[in-house]
């Protein structure tokens, strides 16, 4: 693949960019990664095998890095918390046993392409630019007392959710990541 961009393309990329909202299209990003409609997620997950989770009843929120859209980090929050509740957690506003702490990370790219279309009596070029918003989410559960990580998730992908699919992605993701929480011995 041959990427070469020439100056009137170049314009109507950099506009393009312009328009873009990372937030929107990342969260939802790491997320929509977890979710049906992103099937390709890579998600992992690591827990200190000697942690006790039988002695987690509550936990608190820690500052992390938040989706860069209000309404998506809101509908984020939201998911992380009621999946805690459905798995037995009370969130608490201090002294929690544990700490939860996410980050989101988006990032767009644009890929250009440059196109050749050869036929025995006709030629033609085109160039095909392709959008690709990447996301990352970072999901990490913090022991209250010895301030060690005891649980952390990661959901990683390549997405471009459609606006109306962006909650029931971070949902369905944050279900997905949060699956086999707390870990069983």
Known sequence: MQLEVSPPDRVRVIGALMRLRPATMAVFLGLALCGAAAGAAEITVNYDLQADFTRYNTWRWRKGTPAPDPVADKQLRDAIESTLAARGLSRVETRGDLEVVYHVVAENKVGVQ????????????????????????????????????????????????????????????IAQLLQDFPPEE
């Open 114 to 173: 440059k196109l050749v279309y050869k036929q025995p009596f006709f030629e033609s070029q085109a160039t095909r630019i392709r959008y690709l918003s990447m996301g990352t989410l970072v999901l990490e559960m913090i022991d209250a007392s010895s301030r060690k990580v005891v649980w952390r998730g990661e959901a990683q992908d390549a997405t471009k959710p459609v606006p109306d699919d962006i909650e029931r992605m971070i949902d369905e993701g």
